[in-house]
């Protein structure tokens, strides 16, 4: 589980959203992370690992849901070192297997994001609900929805936050077909992206996105 040196395959070179410097962790006293640095730029950045390789756990430490040994997180000049919560505050993160929410509806959770922040668009959010078929759910307790149309919440959340780094853990999990290819072009959409930074985690890349970047972490 130890990664020194990531390979890490820019294509492009847009302007950075996020930089990563000297990222190290540990889980159960073992090093995950030792001495990690990135350049996230605009655009849409794909971070693949078989199991156990700690692409959630990056996320999550990119997120600042996760506490660094050491290291910085610079975000449009934000960094998480000098404050931790203004930086969380232009970044969407949420865990998808979290049950945390179970108790709000649909409806509920995303009138908090619109709270929280600024750029929140609606018609992209309405969009979304009607592309994820979430109308008929938008009701009823998370706690009551698949583990499917629960993960469609997330994205629909991420995607309509307007957040300078939206990150999204395996968003092709549990969705049907017609989901997966709706969602495929909404992250073709965003490869066009000149400001903001998207980055998602899997397995393998989704086929028809151009990506910014691959963050392998092995298999």
Do not use: C
């Amino acid at each position: 589980m130890n990664h020194l040196g990531p390979a890490i395959e820019p294509s492009t070179t847009p302007p950075n959203v996020l930089i990563v410097e000297g990222l190290n962790f540990s889980y159960s006293g073992h090093p995950l992370f030792t001495k990690f640095s990135a350049r996230i730029s605009a655009g849409v950045t794909f971070i693949q690992g078989g199991d156990g390789r700690g692409k959630t756990t990056l996320m999550r430490l990119l997120a600042g849901a996760l506490p660094l040994a050491s290291g910085t997180l610079q975000l449009k000049g934000l960094s998480n070192f000098d404050s931790a919560q203004a930086y969380r505050d232009h970044v969407f993160w949420i865990d998808p297997r979290t049950e945390a929410k179970d108790a709000l509806t649909p409806r509920a959770y995303l009138e908090s994001i619109k709270g929280k922040f600024s750029a929140f668009d609606q018609q992209v959010l309405d969009r979304l609900i009607e592309g994820l078929s979430l109308s008929e759910h938008i009701d009823k307790a998370l706690y009551m929805l698949s583990t499917g149309s629960k993960r469609k919440v997330w994205i629909a959340a991420a995607i309509a936050s307007g957040a300078e780094l939206i990150l999204i853990d395996d968003p092709f999990a549990a969705l049907d077909k017609p989901s997966i290819r709706f969602i495929t072009q909404l992250l073709q959409d965003a490869s066009k992206e000149t400001t903001r930074a998207w980055v998602i985690s899997g397995y393998e890349a989704p086929e028809g996105v151009n990506l910014a970047q691959l963050i392998n972490l092995g298999d």
